[in-house]
């Protein structure tokens, strides 16, 4: 099995959460404010208490978790929920795409663009799909450094102000979104066995570096865009077109790109996950490659389908925000844990 570094892990794991931020729709499904800062806070330690039993599994180097009735059964419903996940984030990325530089170009062709790049990727595997992550990761870094230089003479403190919470009704459902968007959970729970070295600190990596991100960039939205925010679908786009920089005078273009670039890779590694996880059930490469392209075939066919039944996904997005399809995903992970008894150990390898 093709293995990868726990750092390049790490960064693209973090990188396909970003995503998520970078693709929310404010005006609909997220309520910027104080109270933003508190639910990325909560949702982080509510992922800590159900990141327990992969941390488990990592911290024993079990190797043979997906063995056995209990733990085939594990693989068969990370793959659904993987599906699902991927069919969230090909649906919001064309959205994303559709509502900003795209917009006259037909929802297909972008979908079977990303199909066709995620499938060269599940061949080359998933090596090389890391090393591209960590690539358009230094490129989000480099766009975030401009943009809070570009709009740096904009951030006006007063937006800030002490509460914790802006409404308690809406503060446990909005935890529950945000929490519902870590897939990478489950992204993580196939590939760890494929970490050449120190599969954990891949987590270590991940979570702080992509929750300190999302909460810069929550700083940013309410102090440059203030009581505007809410009225915009994408803020970080906003703040794109916003920055004042003479050189790039196109920044929202490069904006769009790296989303684009952070979404196949975010499907690229569900789809070899996937792919991971049906090796272990079928123990046939060729079966395992036919599950993981049908996997992908069920997520771009159903981003095109609610491409234009907007109101279909809103439903399907709110059965999967409710955070119960994340949870349920990793309850027969538990099980095969417990049942399973150690039998085979991931040695570290060097790198």
């Known amino acids: 099995m093709e293995k990868t570094g726990w750092g390049q892990l790490g960064i693209v794991l973090a990188l396909s959460r970003i995503f998520s931020e970078a693709a929310n729709f404010p005006s609909h499904d997220i309520h910027y404010g104080m109270q933003r800062f508190t639910v990325i806070i909560a949702s982080y330690l509510l992922l800590s208490v159900t990141l327990l039993p992969v941390f488990t599994a990592v911290k024993q180097g079990r190797s043979d978790i997906y063995s056995g009735t ?76 401009i943009v809070i230089i570009g709009v740096s003479k904009n951030i006006t403190l007063h937006y800030l102000y002490p509460a914790i919470t802006d409404n308690t009704a809406s503060f446990f459902r909005e935890v529950m979104s945000e929490f519902s968007k870590n897939a990478e959970i489950a992204i993580f729970a196939a590939l760890f066995p494929t970490i050449r070295k120190g ?12 929750a300190g991100v999302m ?5 940013l939205y309410n102090t440059v865009l203030g009581e505007y925010l809410n009225t915009v679908n994408f803020p970080f786009y906003m703040l794109s077109s916003l920055s004042d920089i003479s050189v790039l005078q196109r920044l929202d273009g490069i904006d769009v790109t790296v989303w684009i670039m952070s979404a196949v890779i975010k499907i690229s590694l569900i789809i070899i996950a996937v792919y991971n996880l049906s090796l272990n059930i079928f123990r046939k ?13 069920v997520s771009s066919l159903s981003s095109y389908f609610f491409s234009t039944n907007t109101d279909d996904f809103l439903d399907f997005a709110g059965i999967m925000e409710t955070g119960l399809p994340l949870v349920l995903a990793t309850v027969p992970l538990v099980t095969a844990s417990v049942l399973i008894k150690p039998k085979g150990i991931i040695r570290d390898e060097k790198a």
């Open 285 to 297: 490469k060729k079966a395992a490659y036919i599950t993981a392209a049908a996997s992908l075939a």
């Open 70 to 145: 209990a733990g085939k059964s594990a693989a068969a419903v990370l793959i659904i929920y993987l599906t699902a996940a991927s069919v969230i984030t090909t649906t919001r990325l064309q959205f994303y795409a559709s509502s900003t530089i795209f917009d006259v170009a037909p929802p297909w062709l972008l979908i079977l663009f990303v199909s066709i790049v995620c499938l060269y990727g599940l061949f080359k595997g998933i090596s090389a799909v890391t090393r591209t992550g960590v690539i358009v990761a230094a490129i989000f870094l480099l766009l975030l450094i």
């Open 199 to 210: 599969a954990v600190k891949s987590l270590y990596l991940c979570l702080p570096l992509s």
């Open 215 to 219: 909460l810069l960039m929550t700083f």
